[in-house]
């Protein structure tokens, strides 16, 4: 804060009080200076909220300056039928009027702050109150302090406004308001338009402003004097301040700072008062003899001054203006004079690392040594905090040529900022733990006096009754007087009291000379080695007491005013700019030594005072502002330290990727061979484990310090924000990991299976790692990594499905839209790309018996063991994803099947299909031409049918594929989760059996009331019950209904022709049990074609798939006819016993996949044939 807004009570400038002091004289000053606070609070809060689109050009047009009071309907007329910048206005309109009001109310409240202001010190200039009078209020030191903090921190709320928000964009921000709201006559409209009037300055000078210092720290503002020239204040109050300031101490601070060098750091809160008020009477600035006075008292070794927490300004552009007051400066800053300053300062960090160094290490830090040398400790950490506060306060100077020397000194010094940073810490650390020691100390200090003065009591006791035997035993006499004086002794250190420090101190110090005489007295030199022993007792036991009383003595220097000196000579406020500048450089420290992590806390409680400094007068008034503004502040702080530990997250996450542990997995095998045991306890592994687990605990311990240290300070849970992180993190690695995973645009045999055993050990690895975490960490690390790894599985799903309706809409055929998969970025868009290829039925059989698809020189493909390391990679969850994103691939196969059937079913086609269906009569019957019924059927069906067969075979794909998925979900579940499986398979035949009840109960009550049916209960539980059927893989995908529609005309018919018309291409292979290939050519795969067909007769009335079967009967019994009754040369038939044996295999396979009753088949079927095939 700027100023004595440092100290939280009045009477003194400590900047650690809580604001329960004395009341002051004058409560309307500490009003204004608690109003003043929670101004520039919620100035920093608007600022760093300003509405994107006063950022965004786009929106000049609808967005005016003060011009626009002048003429507003020439301005309004450039919106007025413009239809795209209505709709800008209207958009700043529904987005920003929250913020554009809240700004209208900072202005209006800043205006209101200055007039009453302005009406207080007319009347106590005037004297209309013989109680406020200028002379009362600068004669009391409480109200002479709010007196000028009043007046400065409203001039401090001037310059940060225009250093925050510009003025163009306040004038924008104020004209857009009274827009909306119809406000132009609003009480001091006219001083909210000056308030916000953009600052024009009088000189085109620039100066090379370092970019960050510009950003968020140092405030370049070319003439403030004209800013604050807006609100004048009377000019025999700021005057009287300002002699005020330069002949007293106004918070009190000298005190402590003893050593004459550290003075200006000692009147570094006045000098921030100086600062503004000079722009308030700007003729000292011209006076060169008082500006001298005035640089020697405040200014000699700095330029750089902290104006209000972490800002601050340069008073070499902010007195560009002023000829003397920049000759006063120069005259002290010379080139010469700041590098020798500079380098002085460098060299004290360097030695004073050192001393910190040898004292924070082996232990030397106790609290016996504090007690000894808490004032030499005082004064080495009052040594560092000024030169850290020299140093970094003029590295962001915005005068270019003093800051490359500041630079360029600091290089050569070797005193850069990463040897800054190491020394703030170490600072940190050392005024932490002495200030915890110290305070151990005062709290126990009534405790330690009374042991103390026990433990010599008793040694009075003890030597009275010694030396009065041995000197009356050496002296031949007994000795009276030495025992009475002993006794009196011992009555004045019993009367010592803690409470009278002054008294108690002359008495001990008396104590201690009179025992340095009897020790002189006791000395006597004998030649008898008795009386030798006895002299070294006598002072062994006279020195202890004297270590006793000097401990007494030190314990009674103990006191809350060496405290209070501690907490003013280690604030460091205005290095709170640097922290987010640091983070970098601390982020990589950590990244290289995470014991950095255990002084972390120590780091931001040295900026404490950040969030108590700007509440302090609030808080002292008592004003209602006191949960907001401290809310504000305490935000920033902890999302500032959010900010700095952003690292921890991806250190830990990253901490087993080091040499390849993430790549493996460190779960144990249920058997391992002698010879392979050494190779399996993978001793180089586990010590990079232990590594990075002990790693892991010293970051865990530095994050507990954090939350326990900062517990009740700032709203903020570290374990939770450490979880949100680590999350963040996790997800971010697996959608690299699993989204770049199969890179490849084709597969090859057997690289799948590869792959997928790859991102296994990888997934197995990383649960590892989080179960790691949660034993370290105290999280629920497993379920972390199963809800992010479920998440993301969903995340691809969603996109992957969105793609897929994208793609039916735009591609014509099926074949083209699982091609189309091949341009999709997900991981399971690029998984079913693969599976897809290795599965394709023109380039591989699938074999039944062998559960797999096979390529043409007999190598697997795909097989069950693809989908036991898939579900080992993505689990149930993923599989179930994967099943649902194939059953959206049959919905779209079958639908294009439905429209390539329906387009070639045309007249002619269906009159030959009629009239065929007229010479072959019923079904179970033979017809009367036999087999020459189908022979213009079969050639029209080997023509027009192949997009058909190749629409089949999709959907025959995708069914087999569902069905292996369907089947790990099974076993999954018997194994895993056998309780629900079993349960889920109850209730399901449960419901099965009573469907008939259950169907009508349901709609019954559905008539009888108004309830709509999705929200009836029991359909809710028949969905929650197919969803877990889902889970359970329960559902036959080859019993499902994927689309409902009318089918076409003669589908039985269509679909036996085109089965008759594709059995020439195949022959039985009876060693494989399927329908291979006749020929090397490459054909469409027999399996899928069926299961394709079956599916798609499935989708309509059971009648349309019995028809099928029976007409398919009819044809095998034709040929059965053919081949083993008369055979007619004339009929073009190779081998009618290989038709019968292909079309009553087809017939079987079709019947045993598509679950045909059994009656049904053997109508069909005759028994030997079935006997024949099953041999």
């Known amino acids: 804060m700027a100023s004595s807004s440092d100290s939280s009570q009045p009477n003194r400038g400590d900047g650690d009080g809580d604001g329960d002091g004395s009341s002051p004289l004058h409560p309307e000053l500490l009003q204004f200076c608690s109003r003043a606070q929670t101004l520039i609070s919620e100035l920093f809060l608007l600022s760093d909220r300003i509405p994107s689109e006063f950022l965004d050009r786009r929106f000049d047009p609808v967005l005016f300056d003060l011009r626009y009071l002048d003429s507003p309907g020439a301005f309004e007329s450039r919106i007025e039928g413009n239809a795209a910048l209505e709709a800008l206005e209207d958009q700043v309109r529904e987005s920003c009027s929250e913020f554009l009001k809240r700004f209208f109310l900072l202005a209006n409240g800043a205006v209101l702050y200055y007039l009453e202001l302005l009406r207080y010190l007319d009347s106590m200039q005037e004297g209309l109150s013989l109680q406020c009078t200028l002379d009362s209020v600068l004669d009391d030191e409480c109200s002479r302090q709010l007196l000028t903090e009043s007046i400065q921190l409203f001039g401090c709320f001037l310059l940060l406004v225009e250093h925050r928000i510009g003025g163009l964009l306040r004038e924008k921000l104020l004209v857009t308001h009274l827009r909306f709201s119809r406000c132009f006559n609003s009480p001091n409209i006219k001083h909210i338009c000056s308030f916000c009037r953009m600052h024009r300055a009088a000189s085109d000078m620039k100066y090379d402003v370092n970019p960050f210092s510009l950003r968020s720290t140092t405030i370049y503002i070319e003439n403030p004097e004209d800013i604050l020239a807006r609100f004048p204040f009377p000019k025999l109050v700021v005057d009287a301040i300002i002699c005020a300031l330069r002949n007293a101490d106004l918070y009190d601070q000298i005190r402590h700072y003893p050593d004459p060098q550290h003075r200006s750091m000692a009147l570094s809160l006045q000098s921030r008062c100086m600062y503004v008020l000079l722009f308030y009477s700007p003729e000292f600035l011209h006076d060169g003899f008082i500006m001298r006075e005035i640089v ?37 800053h010379s080139p010469t004079l700041v590098r020798d300053c500079c380098q002085n300062h460098c060299k004290k960090v360097r030695h004073l690392s050192s001393e910190i160094e040898l004292i924070l290490s082996n232990g030397v830090l106790t609290k016996d040594y504090v007690l000894d040398r808490f004032q030499n400790l005082f004064s080495l950490v009052r040594d560092c905090n000024v030169a850290l506060r020299w140093l970094l306060l003029h590295r962001i100077c915005i005068d270019r040529k003093l800051r490359e020397i500041v630079t360029s000194v600091g290089i050569a010094e070797q005193v850069d900022e990463d040897c800054l940073l190491a020394f703030l810490l170490r600072t940190s650390q050392l005024e932490f733990q002495l200030k915890q020691l110290f305070v151990e100390l005062l709290e126990n200090k009534e405790s330690f006096w009374h042991e103390k003065k026990h433990c010599v009591s008793r040694c009075i006791e003890e030597l009275s009754g010694y030396l009065s035997r041995s000197w009356a035993s050496s002296c031949k006499i007994k000795n009276e007087n030495l025992k009475d004086w002993f006794e009196k002794l011992s009555v004045e250190v019993y009367s010592l009291d803690h409470k009278q420090p002054g008294i108690s101190g002359r008495i001990v110090y008396r104590i201690i000379s009179a025992l340095k005489d009897i020790l002189k007295l006791h000395q006597v030199r004998s030649l008898s080695p008795l009386m030798i022993e006895e002299n070294l007792q006598v002072k062994k036991s006279l020195l202890e007491m004297e270590k006793h009383l000097q401990d007494m003595i030190k314990a009674n220097s103990l006191s809350n005013d060496s405290l209070l000196t501690f907490s003013v000579i280690t604030d460091a406020t205005y290095a709170w700019g640097y922290v987010s500048r640091l983070g970098g450089l601390l982020g990589r420290m950590i990244e290289g030594d995470p014991s950095v992590m255990r002084i972390l806390h120590m780091f931001f409680l040295k900026f404490k005072k950040w969030m108590d400094v700007p509440l302090s007068r609030i808080a002292q008034s008592q004003s209602a502002d006191l949960q907001c503004t401290s809310n504000y502040y305490f935000s920033q702080f902890a999302a500032q330290i959010c900010s700095t530990l952003d690292i921890v997250p991806g250190l830990l996450l990253g901490l087993f990727k080091e040499d390849g542990i993430h790549d493996r997995s460190f779960y144990l095998a249920n058997r391992v061979d002698k010879e392979k045991l050494q190779e399996f306890m993978q001793m180089d592994l586990l010590l990079k484990s232990g590594r990075a687990a002990n790693k892991i605990c010293v970051i865990s311990q530095g994050i507990m310090v954090i939350s326990r240290n900062f517990l009740g300070l700032i709203n903020m849970d570290l374990k939770d924000w450490l979880v949100e992180q680590i999350i963040k993190g996790l997800k971010m690695q697996i959608q690299n990991k699993l989204n770049s995973f199969f890179l490849s645009s084709s597969v090859s045999r057997g690289t799948l299976e590869i792959d997928m055993r790859m991102l296994s050990t990888y997934i197995q690895s990383q649960m590892q790692m989080m179960e790691i975490l949660q034993d370290l960490l105290h999280i629920n690390g497993r379920s ?100 649902s994103l194939l059953c959206i691939l049959v919905k779209n196969s079958l639908e294009h099947a439905l429209s390539c059937l329906n387009s070639r079913l045309d007249c002619r086609i269906l009159e030959e299909l009629r009239k065929m269906d007229g010479n072959l009569g019923p079904a179970p019957s033979l017809p009367l031409l036999g087999w020459t019924s189908y022979k213009s059927m079969i050639k029209m069906g080997n023509e027009s049918m192949d997009p058909l067969v190749s629409c089949f075979a999709t959907t025959g794909q995708l069914q087999l594929l569902r069905c292996f998925v369907a089947f790990k979900l099974r076993s999954s579940s018997k194994i895993k989760v056998g309780s629900i499986y079993s349960a889920v398979e109850g209730l399901n035949a449960s419901i099965y059996v009573n469907r008939d009840k259950t169907i009508e109960a349901l709609f019954s009550k559905q008539e009888n009331t108004d309830q709509k049916m999705e929200d009836n209960p029991f359909v809710g539980l028949l969905q929650a019950l197919n969803r877990m059927q889902k889970f359970c893989g329960i559902l036959s995908p080859l019993q499902t209904n994927y689309i409902l529609k009318e089918p076409p005309t003669l589908v039985a018919r269509s679909a036996s022709i085109l089965s008759i018309s594709q059995l020439s291409r195949y022959v039985l292979d009876t060693h494989l049990g399927t329908l291979t290939s006749k020929t090397n050519k490459s054909i469409t795969d027999f399996s899928p074609v069926v299961i394709g067909l079956g599916t798609f007769l499935k989708q309509f009335h059971p009648s349309h798939a019995t028809q099928y079967i029976q007409y398919m009967g009819q044809y095998v019994r034709i040929t059965a006819e053919l081949a083993y009754g008369v055979y007619d040369p004339q009929i073009l038939l190779d081998d009618p016993a290989s038709e019968v044996l292909k079309s009553a295999f087809w017939l079987m396979y079709f019947c045993r996949f598509m679950g045909a009753p059994k009656s049904l088949v053997d109508s069909c079927l005759p028994p030997s044939l079935v006997a024949m095939l099953q041999m």
């Open 296 to 332: 020697d008292r405040f200014f000699k070794d700095h330029w750089v001054v902290p104006l209000f927490l972490h800002h601050a300004v340069d008073l070499f552009v902010s007195w560009d203006a002023f000829k003397e007051a920049k000759s006063s400066l120069s005259s002290c």
């Open 784 to 883: 972390i990594w199963e809800e992010v790894l479920a998440n993301f599985l969903k995340e691809s799903a969603r996109n992957e499905h969105s793609e897929l309706i994208k793609q039916k809409r735009d591609v014509e055929f099926s074949s083209a839209l699982l091609n189309s998969i091949s341009k999709s970025k997900t991981f399971f868009g690029n998984l079913l790309i693969q599976v897809l290829q290795l599965t394709d039925p023109s380039r591989s059989m699938f074999i039944e018996p062998m559960s797999g698809w096979f390529d043409a020189e007999g190598n697997e493909l795909l097989g069950l063991l693809f989908f036991d390391v898939l579900d080992s990679c993505i689990g149930q969850a993923g599989l179930c994803i994967l099943d």
